[in-house]
């Protein structure tokens, strides 16, 4: 339902609520299929809207505080800078943000699944583009014609039956239901469709209308939510959840949307690294697998014996035979009556000396046998290793099993360099959380892990957070800023949830940069803060 007109509708209602008669302070795009638009609103606050055009997995959604674009990255439609945002509001036949400014311009987010995209419109033509700018720009810009908005032409069937009925006896009957509610229902998609006919008890006008109603109404008023079920990816509904559901609701359309995109942010980059995880097992069982293999067919200790053997008859030879040519063939002491025994020999060797080097070769065999038993235990040893991993991965049926899955390590039997161990063992595994693309949340195991993140890990300038009053982990954010607002918070609701404070309504966490947190050489184990902020939080797992 992320681009769903409905979700649309609400959104925009409250980003009209944030931003109307505040300003748009500038635009840029710093990932690909991305662009975020900075708004100061009229408090004065900073706020975000980030976009994301031709993915499945994302639509928009906000978060607080400056995050000026890098250097390297180029603003988009400057023109447009710190102008006023007189209105948000959405077409109301189609699935398009409009964002008014007071020079005329209009900000229009088409939300078209693959075809997202952000037009600059004037004057009814479209004047620059975030996507195909130079095809876009300056042709007409069609904004769905209707006489009666998606709203209003649901509300009317809502509240008459009968027109419900009219509406479907007037469709083609020979269409199938669906597709008849389709071609009737505004705004509806198949989805939705799939919903109504699902809650009917029957396919009489009546029973459909009493489904749509229900679902209409839920539209109208929704409950917007986040549902995690074992093994799918995070999903965003605008109904509450069924009862059974892993689900977490919000009062805001927009709240809910910031919380999936977390979530299916979080999905994706384990997914992404438990499918580089599993190639890198996959090929280390292969070549484990492959080696083993390669001496399945020749067995040293075999060989060993065999070499004792012909030491032994060509010593009860010596004497009574002589070589000829390369081979020499003696008598079976070792089972009377059975053939003779042909035994390749050196000739540049007498018996005696042929004897000695088959004793010798015995001997070195014995060894290789040795070594290969060794090697094939450790090998096996390492097989079921990295088969467990891999069991593990293939078994992770929820986020946080296989962040479990991913920190169990790396395929062990590789050699690396001496920088690379050297780099292994002055970073210390903590438990790791994206909180998005550039910036990653380090949480401290126990007291002892809690000191290297902090004193060994973390750098002056990163974030350090720490719930008031309650033991827990040390927590440590890379790669944001005290600007980050809506980052750092969830980082402490996170913090909050890995304390002894993870019950609570709300909780105090403490917020400040690493450089101000000395040790505190009178109490082991506690720190002393030089400067800090506070932050009341609802603890919330990751």
Known sequence: ?????????????ELHQRLAGGYLFEIHSQQKNEITLAF???????????????????????REGLNRKSRNTAGIMSRIY?????????????????????????????MFSAETNMLLVRDGRIVDAFKDARKLENTPFDETETDVPYFRSLDQLASDPALLRQKLEESDNTEPLDRRLLAMLPGFDRKLVRRLLAIAEGESPEQLHQAFVAIFYDLASPTPCVIEKPGQPPAFSLFAPEAGDEAVTFESVIDALNHYSRKMYRHLHLRERAVEMRRELTAKIGKLEKELNASAGHDPEEVSRRNERYGHLLTGAIGAIEPS????????????????????VKTRLNLQENAAWYFTQATKNRKKAAAQKLRHAELRAELDTLRLKLAKLDEADSPDRLQQALESGSPPGGRSSGKDRSKKEKTPQFRT???????????GRNSANNEKLT??????????LHTRGASGSHCVLKGAGMHNASEIRRAAEIAAWHSSAKHSELAPVICTQKKYIKKDRKTPGNVIIEREQVLMVKPLRE
């Open 1 to 13: 339902m992320l681009r769903n007109y409905f979700t649309l509708y609400h959104a925009a209602a």
């Open 40 to 62: 100061v609103t009229p408090e004065g606050e900073h706020l975000q809207l980030v976009v994301t055009v031709r993915s499945p997995h994302f639509s928009l959604y906000t």
């Open 82 to 110: 710190e102008r006023q945002i007189t209105g948000v509001v959405i077409s109301p036949a189609d699935r398009q943000i409009g964002f008014s400014l007071d020079d005329g311009h209009t900000l229009v987010l088409r």
């Open 325 to 344: 040519g390369g081979t020499v063939t003696v008598p079976n002491l070792f089972a009377p009556g059975s053939p003779d025994v042909t035994i390749p």
């Open 433 to 443: 959380i994206p909180i998005s693309d550039r910036i990653t949340l380090y949480i």
């Open 455 to 464: 004193f060994g890990f973390a750098k002056p300038d990163d974030i350090w």
